[in-house]
């Protein structure tokens, strides 16, 4: 079993950073591609983006430029630095993890966190 824990949310103002971080209690995410995604209030999961285990990136059209994700193998972590956030940036943002399937499909993913909020002000 894969537990994944997120942090790092928070209120910002628009055009401000953060950084979110996922990791997992139990076992490790050895081998496992970590997808981010969103979901803001009244719409469904967005893929935001991803990275598989040898550190190749996917991301939406929607945050390239401006969203990098990274993992640190050795810590057991996955991160998602978010940069020139703009107001439909909020959401919950939520790691999951998947060993094969499309990586935009939230279906694909087996674990997932339970989420943390972003809210970015105008």
């Known amino acids: 079993q894969v537990q994944l824990v997120e942090s790092g949310g928070g209120l910002v103002q628009a055009g401000g950073s953060l950084r979110l971080s996922c990791t997992t209690s139990?076992?490790?995410?050895?081998?496992?591609?970590v997808g981010w995604f969103r979901q803001a209030p009244g719409k469904g999961r967005e893929f935001v983006a991803a990275?598989?285990?040898?550190?190749?990136?996917y991301y939406a059209n929607s945050v390239k430029g401006r969203l990098t994700c990274s993992r640190d193998n050795a810590k057991n972590m996955v991160y998602l630095e978010m940069n020139s956030l703009k107001p439909e940036d909020t959401a919950v943002y939520y790691c999951?993890?998947?060993?094969?399937?499309?990586?935009?499909?939230?279906?694909?993913?087996?674990?997932w966190g339970q989420g943390t909020q972003v809210t970015v002000s105008s």
């Open positions: 139990g076992r490790t995410f050895n081998s496992y591609t």
């Open positions: 999951a993890a998947q060993l094969k399937g499309p990586i935009a499909q939230p279906t694909s993913y087996n674990y």
């Open positions: 990275i598989s285990w040898g550190g190749d990136t």
